[in-house]
């Protein structure tokens, strides 16, 4: 199989993508102060996260396979994580 | 005292996977209202495993399981592999007997799951898919129904099967947060090769199939392992990585993914295949420690939402210890709605039945299998040592041979592998495993 990049690999993917709202905030302080930051891109399959320049965490909601795994290892209030709205999100066609 | 709002159902079960689908499917047989809400826009389509389904249990409450569902493969062929950097050390299990009865199945979640949910429309069950389920309503001490936006919906008893992180679960007061030592990430591929090239490049006949168990290399030495499972046209491939280590080691865990996809002993076996999908799974790994409380007042969990999966090291199980629970909450419910006490009390029968079946019963078994596989020499040293006397058994370089102990003596002595270890894990795996 010829090597891809993930959002490569997640075009495959079906999403249903929420438009309106994310299911997902940050909380920058206490990211930073926690090194809740580097763990959650460190997990995260989707690549759904990323430290920006000023070393803020970007989000890219719509890309979340929606594992919770950054929710396991982040630090108490730094990441407010639920799932999306019904029928929203991915979609897994094989599973 | 007030008058109690009549139920909606008698049954509210949240989430369709293999554990909510069998306990609504069950309950619907018994004769009681079931509704099953789903967050997914269709069941099946946020439900993802590694793949190998042990089916027997499944198969007590869907008899006709193998003619009737969209299962992939009967895994006939169970090949563990001790994955190393240049070498590879493989047991190559095969044995007819695994097909009759069948033992386990490959399943593609997205299609089982849909099927398992058509068969609980089919028995009576209420479907709604496409709802998530925002929190639950209490009145006084007892659990009396869900919130799924401005909809409120009432039952007698409500079942959280909504997986792993299991908000619902939470929520009644029954899960906390877990250590991450007791939680993996799984991430995997579906990777389409073809029907007549699985079988040519797995040796396996028309409905068989293989699956994979590797350790070593193939997560870099971080602790967890790694699966290839044969699918119809399809494999499924990934790793799973235990976060706390992960973490400790500093990867990240697609670095980890991509250089198992990439090692030379595996690239070949996925060579020229296309990604059908990429998906990943929060896994639960620490077995009889993690289940805590099984109901509260009006509230059951089953499932991998009741932490109910093992790593038993050569077997990876949830599905069919899904199916366990949920047969042994639907008896719990069950007699609970017929005695009126829905009480948490009432509701002891689950907890009684599920550890007087298999699925209770293996999760005392292997208690003390999490903690033996955080030892760490079993994902790089151990795999390394075998090889390495297999290497100066085979390498015939000229030098005087040497009788096979004293090889691996010397490569013992040369390994970071102290004979103390040996003795310590040894011991510790058979009793733990």
């Known amino acids: 199989m010829k090597k891809m990049s993930i959002p490569e690999r997640l075009a495959s993917n079906r999403y249903v993508t929420d438009e309106e709202e994310s299911h997902i905030v940050v909380h920058q302080e206490l990211a930073k102060s926690t090194g809740t930051g580097k763990r959650i891109i460190a997990v995260c399959p989707a690549h759904v996260y990323a430290e920006e320049a000023d070393g803020t965490i970007s989000v890219e909601y719509a890309a979340c396979l929606e594992c919770g795994t950054c929710l396991a290892v982040a630090s108490p209030g730094a990441l407010e994580w639920h799932y999306p709205r019904g029928g929203i999100g991915i979609s897994f066609r094989e599973g | ?433």
């Open chain 2, 1 to 433: 005292m007030t008058e109690a709002v009549e139920p909606d159902f008698d049954v509210i079960v949240i989430g369709a996977g293999i554990a909510g689908c069998v306990t609504a499917y069950q309950l619907a047989q018994a004769g009681h209202s079931v509704v099953l809400i789903e967050r997914g826009e269709t069941p099946g389509s946020k439900n993802l495993s590694g793949g190998v389904l042990y089916c027997r249990s499944m198969m007590e409450v869907f008899p006709d399981l193998l003619t009737e569902a969209p299962v992939e493969r009967k895994i006939t062929r169970n090949y563990i592999q001790f994955l190393n950097g240049n070498s590879a050390i493989g047991i190559d299990y095969q044995d007819a007997r695994l097909a009759d009865p069948t033992n386990a199945v490959t399943v593609l979640r997205a299609k089982f799951d849909a099927w398992l949910a058509e068969k609980c429309e089919e028995a009576g069950v209420f479907l709604m898919p496409g709802v998530r389920v925002d929190s639950l309503i209490k009145e006084g001490d007892q659990f009396v129904g869900v919130q799924a936006g401005e909809d409120a919906l009432r039952a007698r008893v409500i079942v959280a099967a909504d997986g792993v992180n299991s908000f619902i679960a939470q929520a009644a007061g029954l899960r906390k947060k877990e250590p991450t030592n007791h939680l993996a990430v799984g991430v995997k591929s579906v990777v389409t090769l073809g029907k007549e090239e699985i079988e040519k490049r797995f040796h396996c006949s028309a409905d068989e199939g293989v699956a994979y168990a590797i350790v070593g290399d193939c997560t870099e030495g971080v602790g967890g392992g790694a699966f290839l499972y044969t699918n119809v046209d399809s494999v499924s491939l990934g790793v799973v990585l235990r976060l706390d280590d992960l973490i400790a080691k500093g990867k990240r865990a697609t670095d980890v993914f991509d250089h198992f996809l990439e090692h030379p002993f595996i690239a070949p076996l996925i060579k020229d295949g296309e990604l059908a999908e990429y998906g990943c799974h929060l896994v639960a790994e620490g077995g009889l420690a993690m289940m805590g409380e099984l109901a509260a007042n009006g509230v059951v969990i089953v499932g991998d939402a009741a932490g109910l999966t093992l790593n038993t090291g050569l077997t990876v199980r949830g599905m069919d210890l899904a199916v366990g629970s949920a047969v042994a909450a639907a008896k719990g419910i069950d007699a609970a709605l017929k005695s009126g006490d829905v009480s948490k009390q009432g509701l002891a029968g689950y907890r009684t039945a599920l550890f007087a079946s298999f699925a209770g019963k293996d999760m005392e078994t292997y208690a003390k299998a999490p903690a033996f596989l955080e030892r760490p020499r079993m994902y790089k040293e151990y795999g390394e040592l075998l090889g390495n006397i297999l290497y100066n058994a085979f390498n015939h370089d000229l030098t005087p041979r040497k009788h096979l102990v004293a090889v691996a003596k010397d490569s013992l002595k040369k390994s970071r592998v102290k004979m103390k270890d040996l003795a310590s894990d040894g011991l510790a795996g058979v009793r733990a495993l």
